[in-house]
């Protein structure tokens, strides 16, 4: 049974810097996506960033290029998302995904419940 499970979120002052971390228990895959989007209230759940467990390949949405990185460590099964210069408009549920493609919500199977974000 796969389990993603998120921790890291919090409350930042905007610049600041936060780093989201999601444990997948039972996730082995290497042929497709993990990635981590977000939902803030009133609004479309978005795709953030995306890494492909095979080779590494990473996608990320223009809002968060050059402030955002997603990585994977692959010996702990462990995902992580470095936000840097973290503004007010990316406050919202993040949520680790697993088994998708790229940064479209719907092509992924696994969800975990999700950190909150916010940006002051």
């Known amino acids: 049974q796969v389990q993603l499970v998120e921790s890291g979120g919090g409350s930042v002052q905007a610049g600041g810097a936060l780093r989201l971390s999601c444990a997948a228990y039972g996730y082995t895959r290497s042929d497709n996506c993990m990635g981590w989007f977000r939902q803030a209230p009133g609004k479309e759940r978005e795709g953030v960033a995306a890494i492909f467990t095979g080779d590494g390949a990473t996608y990320y949405a223009d809002s968060v290029k050059e402030r955002f990185t997603i990585s994977k460590d692959t010996a702990k099964n462990t995902l992580y998302l470095q936000m840097n210069s973290l503004k007010p408009e990316d406050t919202a549920m993040y949520y680790c995904?697993?088994?998708?493609?790229?940064?479209?919500?719907?092509?992924?199977?696994?969800w975990g419940q999700g950190t909150q974000v916010t940006v002051s």
């Open positions: 995904a697993a088994g998708g493609w790229g940064l479209s919500s719907v092509r992924y199977n696994y």
